[in-house]
């Protein structure tokens, strides 16, 4: 029996921006790049949190121009190829351009998961460019199974190459995951991936279903760095899969290192399950809705998880931040009302 293989997308230096308020330095990522390079991961995704365009009021300004983070992590990679994330409405087909120009050669196009239909005009972009293309199908939760098989062959119709399952809010259980990526492999030929956060602590365990189920790519981020309370830990995920017998290529030693010795130092403090990421995946709440969450209950002197729960309630996705700061004004006046 041949031993089976995932390939896993490393995220921290995408959706770990949001982690770290989108301050990474062009410093900061040569050093992790170039260690993922020496662990052999075979796709490390840069961009804003957001994806490419992401820097702005609305959704964080980066510290760095992201087309120069794209461009040093290319610089130092041997072995590891450079992937970029866009939502079609933030990023453009001239960013992804310039994306591709400076040495990326995967994009990841991602839209809600009922407007796969947004995604055509990027994904023809990005395979004329010949790119590695991936349709990233965000807040799979939020839809039955039926309506995310119908979505995801819409982004196989325009000619991606996989097409993801995107758990954006860690609210999937590990039984729903089974289902999304079982109907997907029966219903889709091309590759299927998952994208999983932590935020009921199932980042792990709906991975594992994914690969179970069928899963070819996975996405892992190194010592759990991302949105929320982060993605399904890279360097634990490695020591699973070699338990499994499953083939990463990925180095699990240097990935050991790579987490202590590198990541640790850039995070004020350790990736957990906080109350207010685990009232992202109660709630059913976009991860990068955290942080405004934080600053809009701070400046209206509301308690967060309060704010996320109106947010499920009203069945926000990503895109919607600026509807944070008017949910928590209406709150606060209630509230004085009420008092």
């Not at 889709?188 to 709906?206: E, K, Q, R």
């Not at 850039?266 to 969450?293: D, M, N, R």
Request: charged share 20%; proline share 2%; net charge negative.
């Amino acid at each position: 029996m041949s031993q089976r293989e995932v390939i896993i997308t490393e995220v921290a230096l995408r959706d770990g921006s949001h982690a770290v308020g989108h301050s990474y330095t062009v410093d900061q990522v040569i050093s992790v790049a170039k260690a993922l390079d020496e662990a052999n991961v075979p796709y490390i995704e840069v961009s804003h949190g957001d994806g490419l365009g992401g820097s702005s009021l609305q959704y964080g300004l980066s510290a760095v121009n992201e087309m120069e983070l794209i461009q040093s992590a290319v610089s130092v990679c041997r072995n590891s190829r450079i992937g970029v994330l866009l939502l079609p409405g933030i990023g453009t087909v001239e960013q992804l351009r310039e994306a591709e120009s400076l040495g990326a050669r995967m994009a990841r196009i991602a839209t809600h998961v009922t407007e796969a239909d947004v995604s055509k005009q990027h994904i023809k972009v990005a395979k004329d460019l010949g790119m590695e293309t991936v349709g990233f199908l965000m807040m799979a939760h939020m839809v039955s199974v039926e309506k995310l098989v119908e979505q995801a062959k819409l982004m196989e119709s325009y000619g991606v190459d996989t097409v993801y399952v995107v758990d954006s809010a860690g609210a999937l259980l590990p039984q729903q995951v089974k289902e999304r990526i079982r109907s997907l492999r029966e219903h889709l030929t091309v590759n299927i991936g998952f994208h999983g956060h932590n935020n009921l602590s199932l980042s792990m365990a709906n991975t594992l279903a994914a690969i179970e189920e069928g899963a070819d790519m996975i996405d892992g981020s190194v010592r759990c760095l991302g949105a929320g309370a982060g993605n399904t830990q890279t360097e634990v995920l490695v020591s699973v899969l070699e338990r499994m017998n499953i083939h990463t290529g990925i180095d699990l030693y240097k990935m050991m290192d790579l987490a202590e010795d590198v990541i640790a130092p850039l995070l004020e403090k350790p990736q957990e399950i906080t109350k207010g990421s685990l009232v992202l995946g109660y709630a059913g709440v976009y991860s990068s809705f955290l942080l405004h969450a934080n600053r809009a209950a701070k400046k209206f002197n509301l308690d967060p998880r309060d704010i996320l729960i109106e947010i499920g309630n009203r069945k926000a996705v990503g895109g919607q931040e600026d509807m944070i700061v008017d949910i928590a004004s209406e709150l606060s006046r209630k509230k004085v009302v009420g008092d």
